[in-house]
């Protein structure tokens, strides 16, 4: 099966309905994929990137995702994690069939949840902290109880209608094979590149590609144009800066990718709805 094959097939093993995976890495590579089913992630350790349809953000310790089938998402560390740290997740799939509302009336509690999903659902809190508790609790349990705990967490999550809404818009198309390894390599260069004054042709030019295809791949798996990506990108790594180095507004704005200080300024309150040193003071 080819790579990218592979990050769109179903993670779940045959004859079952369900699937739970625990692991710890040194560094996630970036790699946006989608699976044919619904998928719960969570995050024990570490910190980096998120990407869920069309939003662009960050994930940290017992943030909770919830994705529905076919939505495309990436979770990736930029470097390998300092002083012997290590990422862990836990990831729950569950086959749509599972959740199905026509086989059982009482799943139609679930559906606001999973309508949501189409768009990407983060849960962060006390309640996300009991998900992973729950989730580590299915590995030593009976298949039958571990069923259990299935709807257990999906009703506690439905129940709660607390979860941030991720995505602005639904991807509803499906990723294919050659596509997909497309948008992964323009994706690539722009996570290694974004600090860079980066051209979208020189983009194209390094992917081998023509601009128009360069642009159709954004717009169409993010609803967004070459200069919008590249903007978030810089705007993220600003938020970073600000909330973990005592680098002076200037100094984050160049190290950030944007060239000049007005520039940053402007694209950060358009972002955030306040200034860059106002957002420092928030998350201080």
Same mark, same amino acid.
């Given at each position: 099966?080819?790579h ?5 097939? =179903? ?8 699937h739970? $995976? ?8 970036? /790699?946006?994929h989608?699976h044919?089913?619904?998928e ?7 910190h ?21 089938? /076919?939505?495309?998402?990436a ?9 012997? /740290?290590?990422l862990? =997740?836990?990831a729950?799939? =569950? ?9 059982? $009336? ?6 606001p949840?999973?309508s949501?999903?189409r #768009? ?6 006390? =309640?996300?902290?009991?998900?992973g508790? !729950?989730?580590?609790?299915? @590995? ?13 967490i999906?009703e506690? !999550? ?6 941030e ?5 639904e ?17 690539s260069i722009?996570r290694?590149?974004?600090r860079?004054a980066?051209?979208?042709g020189?983009v194209a030019?390094e992917?081998?590609?023509?601009i128009?295809?360069?642009n159709?791949? !954004?717009?169409?798996?993010?609803? @967004? ?8 990108? #810089? ?16 100094s ?5 990718g944007?060239?000049?200080?007005a ?11 306040? $200034?860059? /040193?106002?957002?420092r003071? @928030?998350h201080?």
């Amino acid at each position: 099966m080819a790579h990218n094959e592979a990050l769109n097939a =179903l993670p779940i093993p045959g004859g079952q309905s369900f699937h739970l $995976t625990h692991g710890y890495s040194a560094r996630w590579a970036y /790699q946006v994929h989608a699976h044919p089913c619904y998928e719960l992630i969570w995050i024990g350790g570490g910190h980096g990137i998120s990407v869920v349809g069309d939003h662009q953000g960050t994930f940290a310790p017992e943030d909770l995702f919830v994705v529905a089938p /076919q939505v495309p998402h990436a979770f990736a560390s930029e470097g390998f994690l300092p002083d012997g /740290q290590v990422l862990e =997740l836990r990831a729950l799939w =569950l086959m749509p069939s599972l959740v199905d509302s026509q086989f059982a $009336t009482e799943l139609t509690a679930l559906s606001p949840l999973l309508s949501r999903a189409r #768009r990407g659902v983060r849960f962060r809190g006390p =309640l996300s902290a009991e998900i992973g508790g !729950l989730l580590l609790g299915m @590995k030593t349990a009976a298949r039958l109880d571990a069923l259990g705990m299935v709807f257990s967490i999906l009703e506690r !999550l439905a129940q709660a209608d607390l979860g941030e809404v991720l995505a602005e818009h639904e991807t509803s198309a499906r990723f294919r094979g050659e596509e997909m390894a497309r948008l992964d390599q323009v994706q690539s260069i722009l996570r290694k590149r974004y600090r860079e004054a980066i051209s979208l042709g020189q983009v194209a030019s390094e992917c081998q590609m023509s601009i128009s295809t360069v642009n159709h791949l !954004l717009r169409k798996y993010s609803r @967004k144009t070459f200069l919008q990506v590249l903007n978030d990108l #810089r705007t993220e790594e600003a938020r970073r800066l600000l909330r973990n180095s005592a680098d002076d507004i200037t100094s984050i704005a160049y190290n950030a990718g944007f060239g000049s200080l007005a520039t940053f300024n402007r694209r950060f309150r358009g972002a955030e709805l306040m $200034t860059p /040193q106002e957002y420092r003071l @928030k998350h201080q």
